[in-house]
Structure formats: C-alpha cells, structure tokens
C-alpha cells in the first residue's frame, strides 16, 4: 500500500526538522553564531547529525520510492522503517560519543543499500 512509504516518508522528514531544531537550540545553548559551525564540541557533533542526515536522505527518499514502486510499497515501508528507527539511535550515540555511532548507522546504511540494490532489481526486471 503506498501509504505505508507515504507515512515513512513524513516520519523521516519530521526526524529532520527534529534534528534541525536541536541544532539551533545547539547554537543559542553554545552561543555559535550563524553563519559558524564550529564551536563548542556537542554543538559541531550536534551539527554534523543534522548534515549527516540531510546526506543520507538524499539517497534514502528516492530509493523508498523507487523501490514502493519497482517491487513492493509494504515492504519498501518496512526497510524504511529501519532507517528511521536507525537514525535517533546514530543521533543519540554520535552526540554522546561519536565512536559509539556504528549501530544507528549501520542501520541507516543497510536501509539504503538494500533500497537502492532492490530498487535497480526492479527496474531491471520491469524492461524485461
């Protein structure tokens, strides 16, 4: 069903806006004035969660859809779905100690790859 990427999708886009928020919370708490990004160390990892996820949403929202389209919506959703939970938990980790980051990206890692991997399966088989 194609809402379940849909309401993926929003989830996703509303981590961000999350993470967008605590940066600029980051910046007053750790007195960063725009335009710096750098300043006191939680305020750059704070920081760099929020551009890490901005990097991988790029590949994570074309490959959900590409892949709810090619091969299956439901379970499109579903690795989707491991992507969002992954990404609080690299947000969590990463902030607190950055070596610590490995299971909320992996999980973030894994998503795309079998998203982008399945969703070039799919669109291989649909030309044929």
């Not at 335009?35 to 996820?53: C, D, L, S, Y």
């Not at 992954?86 to 902030?95: F, K, L, M």
């Amino acid at each position: 069903m194609e809402a379940y990427p849909a309401l993926i999708t929003c989830i996703a886009i509303l981590e961000y806006m999350a993470f967008t928020l605590r940066t600029g919370f980051g910046r007053q708490k750790y007195g960063v004035e725009v335009p710096a990004v750098t300043g006191h160390p939680e305020f750059e990892r704070i920081f760099r969660v929020q551009q890490n996820t901005l990097e991988q949403l790029i590949i994570f929202l074309p490959a959900l859809w590409l892949f709810s389209f090619f091969v299956s919506a439901t379970i499109g959703a579903g690795i989707g779905l491991l992507f969002v939970i992954g990404r609080p938990i690299y947000a969590i980790t990463y902030v607190r100690d950055p070596g610590t980051r490995t299971l909320g990206f992996l999980m973030g890692f894994l998503a795309n790859v079998v998203l982008i991997v399945g969703s070039l399966g799919g669109i291989i088989a649909s030309l044929f």
